[in-house]
């Protein structure tokens, strides 16, 4: 039964008291620990334990996010994200428990937003949920709140206000982290920002131990737009070339 949950004082706990978070695991240990401390934070959480389950509760009760394993009964995770991006968009917190960057540029690659290995902590799976969800928000926000133009470097072009990029004029998909990620390096073109910067810009994560999740999203991202757009500088981070003037 769904329950909302307050604080000492009476409050709702977090801003997270309506949100609705659907986790797709077939291990009983993980999803009791899962939903436990996302409840404590006060989200309304729901469980399946297959990939079917998981299509047909994503459809039925419209969760704000989704908790995802790749390996699951009937089938795997990455067709469950196909089915549920299908029906709507939805961000997609993927987990794995195979540190495989195949498995984490796939997963990238059918929409989810973001990845974590096992084990984790819940510690940090409760925070990047609550970075996920802010992003949703923000960019809602800047939907409403267009910036004058599109940014054109060369022959990429960003569009802000319809979160929209292109590449020789040809539409290109980015998950809505990669075009955040986009958006922080054409902020300052050509300038390198390191692992920790981004992912504290992009992620709201402060923790350096989430810098192979920027390097997995930047290949990912070169797929897209093309590798020879994003200038890797060893030790230090990423930069966005464009053409010289």
């Known amino acids: 039964m769904e329950q909302t949950h307050t604080s000492h004082n009476g409050t709702a706990a977090t801003p997270g008291a309506q949100r609705r978070v659907l986790v797709v695991e077939d291990d009983a240990t993980i999803v009791d620990a899962i939903s436990a401390r996302l409840r404590a934070e006060g989200f309304l959480v729901q469980t399946a334990g297959d990939g079917p389950a998981a299509v047909d509760t994503a459809e039925a009760w419209q969760p704000d996010l989704l908790i995802l394993d790749i390996m699951l009964p009937g089938f795997d995770g990455l067709e469950v994200c196909r089915r549920v991006q299908a029906q709507r968009p939805v961000p997609v917190l993927m987990l794995t428990a195979r540190d495989d960057e195949t498995d984490m540029l796939v997963g990238l690659g059918v929409g989810a937003d973001d990845y974590m290995t096992k084990p984790f902590s819940m510690r940090e799976l409760a925070a990047r949920v609550h970075v996920l969800l802010r992003r949703v928000e923000r960019a809602a926000l800047a939907a409403t709140t267009p910036r004058s133009g599109i940014l054109r470097l060369g022959e990429l072009e960003i569009d802000h206000a319809q979160r929209r990029?292109?590449?020789?004029?040809?539409?290109?998909?980015?998950?809505?982290?990669?075009?955040?990620?986009?958006?922080?390096?054409?902020?300052?073109?050509?300038?390198?920002?390191?692992?920790?910067?981004?992912?504290?810009?992009?992620?709201?994560?402060?923790?350096?131990?989430?810098?192979?999740?920027?390097?997995?999203?930047?290949?990912?991202?070169r797929r897209k737009i093309g590798a020879e757009r994003i200038r890797t500088v060893h030790g230090v981070g990423y930069a966005l070339e464009t053409p010289t003037p």
Do not use: M, Y
């Open 165 to 221: 990029v292109r590449v020789r004029s040809e539409d290109v998909h980015l998950t809505p982290t990669e075009f955040d990620l986009l958006v922080c390096l054409a902020n300052t073109p050509r300038a390198v920002l390191s692992r920790e910067q981004l992912l504290a810009e992009v992620w709201d994560w402060a923790d350096a131990s989430g810098t192979r999740t920027v390097d997995s999203h930047i290949k990912a991202l």
